[in-house]
């Protein structure tokens, strides 16, 4: 229902702020941004395999699970990729590096935000959700989240193949 679900979104949040110092002094206890960055990615593509393949029959705390690995892992990997690009770009291009780097993640959540609004309203038929029953439109929402399957899994993938640690 809304209730429940406006509940687990504002957990969601507050999930975020909370953790994402954690997960970012994990990462300097790890000496190893790296693993920070594939730490986030994994969690973070687990998330979203549950909110995918089990849409609609998740209870509710694993649900909020779910839906709080969704931001919070990406905003903790920003945090460590703000440190990469601090280490990684020379002292006077530092601050391009991050500016360019704060204009990418509202940038990447605008146009994500319309693609999974445009695949979303296929998978329900152009139907409003009115006029659906509950089943039918988790099962959209949940193949919906097979895109962030896909992104999880690339930012998986870069970390552990194409990105050098250089934790100082």
Do not use: H
């Not at 905003?75 to 204009?103: D, E, H, K, Q, W």
């Not at 509950?134 to 194409?162: D, E, N, R, W």
């Amino acid at each position: 229902d809304k209730i429940t679900a406006s509940r687990v979104m504002f957990v969601q949040g507050i999930g975020a702020l909370a953790l994402v110092p954690v997960l970012t002094a994990l990462s300097d206890k790890l000496n190893s941004r790296r693993a920070g960055l594939i730490i986030c990615a994994a969690l973070g593509l687990a998330g979203s395999l549950g909110l995918s393949l089990f849409a609609g029959s998740l209870p509710i705390p694993l649900l909020t699970i779910c839906i709080m690995t969704m931001p919070l892992f990406g905003l903790a990997g920003a945090t460590c990729v703000f440190s990469l690009i601090r280490r990684n770009f020379p002292l006077g291009l530092t601050g391009t590096g991050i500016g360019c780097a704060n204009m990418f993640w509202p940038v990447c959540a605008a146009l994500l935000n319309e693609i999974v609004g445009v695949v979303r309203g296929g998978f329900m038929g152009g139907l409003p959700p009115d006029a659906m029953p509950q089943t039918q439109i988790a099962a959209a929402y949940g193949k919906t989240f097979t895109m962030y399957i896909a992104c999880y899994a690339v930012a998986l993938i870069l970390p552990l193949f194409f990105i050098k640690e250089n934790f100082s």
